[in-house]
């Protein structure tokens, strides 16, 4: 299982979504298919390079302005 993040491409009308273990990064013009690509794209990544594991420490933070 991997994590990820979307977010909306400054401007609106697409999204970026992002492997925070991998790297790997899928865009399209709802965060459904933005996600979708990722997932495809980390498919075909972890196929070329078996056995890669990268861990990721993920921890929240709340900031107060």
């Known amino acids: 299982e991997n994590t990820g ?3 909306a ?3 609106g009308g697409s999204f970026v979504a992002e492997c925070l273990e991998i790297g790997t990064v899928g865009r ?3 965060s459904d ?3 979708k690509e990722l ?3 980390t498919e ?3 196929q070329e390079h078996p056995g890669i594991v990268k861990p990721v420490l993920v921890k ?3 900031v107060h302005y």
């Open 39 to 41: 997932q495809q794209a």
């Open 5 to 7: 993040w979307i977010n």
């Open 44 to 46: 075909v990544y972890l």
């Open 9 to 11: 491409e400054p401007g």
């Open 33 to 35: 298919e933005a996600l």
């Open 60 to 62: 929240r933070f709340e």
């Open 28 to 30: 399209g013009k709802t």
